[in-house]
């Protein structure tokens, strides 16, 4: 754990076995391990380590208890190296709490667990900020606890406060007897309608994942499919030759591509009242088709799709009459 925490342990002055930390006039005694951090005067944990079989529930830790008012430490750590429980001195200051605020186990690490030891990391650790912590830790598992044990077996003052929102009449003893089942019964199923909204909710994410349509795969030298209007390879090739060919008179993105259905036109500024030519590349035989000062168009039969550039001068001849106009 402390390996994961970034410490070194096989540093002797910041991962300290058998720290000797005398109590009174007890010389000698020794906590399992202690950490010291650089720049810090003493230790800012203390761990005191069982086997991994011993009950911590059964284990009375006065050592730890003693270590810890003696050391600077503000951190205390009992550990059988699957449950780990955390202790500070939120009660009264120097004096070990008897209960730990914060715990957990390696058999069941939950998000908020990893958030928490993130804290106690080499990198991370502030005293101040852990000791912040703690005290919210305390009173947050105190709430949970609390409310648990209501959950599972209501109070007679829960069961007033909370009868006495939907009763209105006197709130007698054997209303009371009453209500407390049936409070009893409406936690109970709303933890279960709880459950089951956030089951359906994943289930329905689940499934809209699941339904998605999947990409469908092009054909051969299809770069994209709308519909109808198919949108080729040789057709983004022929449009770059243009814009090459149109470089002379105007900037590049000013050239256009508006594929059709039956053609490919290429556009200036993007504008349909002022197209450049036609790319007719949807057959077996290749088409320029160029225009003339009214937009009459003749298409050119090519073999290759370079031979465009044979026909830049009627190209270039339409610019340069939309730059006129």
């Given at each position: 754990m402390l390996r994961i925490l970034g410490y070194d342990v096989f540093n002797p002055l910041e991962v300290i076995p058998e720290f000797t930390a005398d109590v009174g006039t007890k010389k000698g005694e020794k906590v399992d391990y202690a950490i010291q951090l650089q720049n810090v005067p003493g230790p800012v944990m203390l761990f005191e380590v069982k086997h991994c079989k011993v009950n911590l529930d059964e284990v009375h830790f006065s050592q730890l208890y003693r270590y810890f008012s003696v050391t600077p430490a503000r951190i205390g750590i009992l550990t059988n190296g699957i449950i780990y429980r955390f202790f500070t001195d939120l009660d009264d200051k120097n004096k070990m709490d008897p209960k730990p605020y914060f715990e957990f186990s390696l058999s069941d690490i939950r998000p908020d667990t990893i958030t928490q030891l993130q804290k106690y990391t080499k990198e991370n650790f502030d005293p101040e900020a852990i000791t912040s912590a703690a005290s919210e830790l305390k009173y947050l598992n105190g709430m949970k606890k609390y409310l648990l044990e209501e959950f599972t077996n209501p109070s007679i003052e829960m069961t007033k406060l909370v009868g006495k929102e939907v009763h209105k009449g006197?709130?007698?003893?054997?209303?009371?007897?009453q209500f407390q089942p049936l409070l009893k019964r409406a936690f109970a199923q709303l933890i279960q309608e709880r459950v089951h909204q956030r089951l359906t909710s994943a289930l329905q994410n689940e499934s809209e994942a699941t339904h998605e349509p999947e990409e469908q795969e092009?054909?051969?030298?299809?770069?994209?499919?709308?519909?109808?209007?198919?949108?080729?390879?040789?057709?983004?090739?022929?449009?770059?030759?243009v814009k090459a060919i149109a470089s002379q008179f105007v900037e590049p993105e000013r050239v256009v591509m508006r594929d059709t259905k039956s053609y490919c036109g290429i556009l200036l500024d993007d504008n349909n009242r002022k197209p450049i030519c036609r790319l007719h590349f949807n057959r077996t035989q290749r088409?320029?088709?160029?225009?003339?000062?009214?937009?009459?168009?003749?298409?050119?039969?090519?073999?290759?799709?370079?031979?465009i550039y044979r026909h830049q001068q009627s190209i270039l001849a339409t610019i340069q009459n939309y730059l006129a106009e």
């Open positions: 006197p709130f007698t003893q054997k209303v009371t007897e092009l054909p051969e030298g299809v770069v994209s499919m709308d519909g109808d209007i198919v949108t080729t390879e040789e057709e983004l090739e022929g449009v770059r030759i088409y320029l088709g160029v225009l003339d000062l009214e937009k009459n168009e003749t298409r050119i039969p090519i073999e290759k799709i370079t031979d």
